[in-house]
């Protein structure tokens, strides 16, 4: 951690008081290879090179953008480094669905409400998916044998408290199974996930819950098949049926992605920054992140995300509490 501690120091320390067209970092609050990583090297790609897959010689956006890795305690940690650069406006953090479950679980002192709301980007989608070879065929097959002894049947998952966790809690109240009951199995991430349902040893798991990014590989080489969506509808180019197909609307969570500067920001850098998400978001390299990563737009910016961040926060603490989480 002090590692990575001072590698964000010294890259907010060199963008502090700057033109924010000359330099950002942009901080991925989990370990590489996540969504939130995701999310943040999309961007970064996205800042880097405005004429995207139309091959068209645009300067860039902002002319050096860096990404720092800062895991643990599902983005608190990272949170609580973002309060330490208060006004350093050459800072931004990818936030999103699951801090706001991280912040309930780990009685975080502080929370998004805190931070400078920038913009949410996009929506990502749940996945249950099971190996290849499992007994399960269907969402169903699965429910029927969760039931019959929910310790027996653990799911797996992103961290504890996140939208990994409550999905799994969603799922067994709408299937008729004690949220207390059901044994959750937390991993850092996406990977560590894949290996423990492709493993043949004993203590991993045989259910998965996650974003579809982090399963995708697998997903479309057959190494994994997902029974299920949390979506509105069907992700484009696939087969996998949504929770409201399958007669589980009240599985409903989304994982939406957001981006978030410290405390302290001025209002002009502020409206800068919003500025600099709008022409981003505007960018064919962002449309196709979207369209290669089956997010879907959600674009909300400045006050409007600032409320909803209020609203959201609110809604996910209830959740927590009623499914027995916090």
Excluded: C
């Excluded at 067209?21 to 405005?50: C, F, I, M, N, S």
């Excluded at 208060?86 to 800072?91: F, I, K, N, S």
């Excluded at 409400?113 to 989608?125: G, M, S, V, W």
């Amino acid at each position: 951690m002090g590692l990575v501690t001072a590698a964000l120091t010294q890259a907010a320390g060199s963008a502090q008081n700057s033109d924010l067209r000359t330099r950002l970092t942009v901080v991925a609050p989990a370990a590489a290879g996540g969504g939130w990583d995701l999310v943040a090297r999309e961007t970064q790609r996205a800042l880097r090179t405005p004429g995207g897959d139309s091959g068209t010689e645009l300067p860039a956006m902002v002319n050096n953008v860096q990404v720092v890795n800062v895991p643990g305690a599902g983005g608190t940690i990272g949170l609580s480094q973002l309060e330490r650069l208060t006004g350093d406006a050459g800072t931004v953090m990818v936030t999103g669905t699951v801090m706001m479950g991280s912040i309930v679980r780990n009685k975080s002192t502080f929370t998004l409400a805190d931070t400078t709301p920038i913009a949410r980007l996009a929506e990502d989608f749940e996945v249950i998916a099971v190996p290849r070879d499992s007994e399960f065929k269907t969402l169903d097959d699965l429910l029927r044998k969760w039931r019959e002894d929910p310790a027996a049947l653990p799911i797996g998952g992103g961290s504890a408290g996140g939208i990994d966790h409550m999905v799994a809690a969603q799922l067994a109240r709408s299937a008729d199974i004690d949220p207390a009951r059901i044994v959750y199995s937390a991993y850092s991430g996406g990977g560590e996930l894949t290996l423990s349902l492709l493993s043949p040893q004993a203590g991993t798991v045989d259910v998965g819950i996650s974003g579809y990014n982090d399963f995708r590989d697998l997903l479309e080489g057959g190494d994994l098949r997902a029974l299920a969506v949390v979506a509105p509808e069907r992700l484009p180019n696939t087969d996998i049926p949504t929770m409201i197909e399958l007669g589980y609307p009240e599985v409903d969570l989304v994982n939406w992605r957001g981006i978030v500067a410290p405390p302290g920001v001025t209002p002009e850098e502020r409206t800068e920054l919003i500025r600099i998400t709008e022409e981003m978001i505007a960018t064919p390299a962002w449309r196709s992140a979207v369209e290669r990563n089956r997010w879907k737009d959600s674009y909300l910016s400045g006050d409007r995300f600032g409320a909803f961040l209020v609203d959201e926060q609110a809604r996910i603490d209830g959740l927590l509490r009623d499914l027995g989480l916090a």
